[in-house]
Structures are given as C-alpha cells and as structure tokens.
Nanobody, 124 residues
Framework: QVQLVESGGGLVQAGGSLRLSCAAS????????MGWFRQAPGKERECVVA????????YNEDDVKGRFTISRDNAKNTVYLRMNGLKPEDTAVYYC????WGSGTCFMGRYESWGQGTEVTVSS
C-alpha cells in the first residue's frame, strides 16, 4: 500500500480558494488512480472527484464540477485539489485515497489506501 499525507486545509471565507495536496510514498504512484473524498459533520463520506493514471477525471457532483479541479504530478508523487468559489456546504474533512491500477472511479470500496484527512472550514 501507498502512504498518503494530505495538507492545505484551513479556514477560508465563502468565495475563497484553497489548494489541497496529497503526497504519496513509494515509486509506483503513476500506477494509482487517486480520489478526493470528503466527510462533513454528521454526514457520510462522499466522493468529490477522482483521476486515473492518465489524467482522466470523474466528478461525483455537478456542483463541484466548475469549482474544483483535480490534478496530479506523477514526478512529485502528488495529487492536488484546487477549490475555487468555496461555499459553507463545502466544509468537511477532505481525504485523498489511492486505487492501484484503478480506473478513477468514485466507488469508495475500490480505494485501498487513505490519508488522515485535512480539514476545510468555509465561513459565510
């Protein structure tokens, strides 16, 4: 399994932006599909967006499609989530996850490795 460490969360006002990073250990990062998931207080964890090894993206919700962008840098073993136009309802703990040889699905059960999460709070 790959080890994942997220960073970049914090407190931001509505309409603001954040960029989350997820650094992966190991030398086979390019073999992994990566996903960003989030869990809001009192709610179940949900998929935000995923990306396969080639950069093909799958967004789970139309609401984030025009505001959030996932990208990856295989040379740096890092996946990013750029979040613009943040809303209070985006407040959650954000997790990255890795799926070896995955297709970039949003199906949570595919992901074998998870980070510890980074908290994002959007104030109104």
């Amino acid at each position: 399994q790959v080890q994942l460490v997220e960073s970049g969360g914090g407190l931001v006002q509505a309409g603001g932006s954040l960029r989350l990073s997820c650094a992966a250990s190991g030398r086979t990062f390019s073999s992994y599909a990566m996903g960003w998931f989030r869990q809001a207080p009192g709610k179940e964890r949900e998929c935000v967006v995923a990306i396969d090894w080639s950069g093909t993206r799958t967004y789970n919700e139309d609401d984030v499609k025009g505001r959030f962008t996932i990208s990856r840098d295989n040379a740096k073993n890092t996946v990013y989530l750029r979040m613009n136009g943040l809303k209070p309802e985006d407040t959650a703990v954000y997790y990255c996850a890795a799926d070896l040889w995955g297709s970039g699905t949003c199906f949570m059960g595919r992901y074998e490795s998870w980070g510890q999460g980074t908290e994002v709070t959007v104030s109104s």
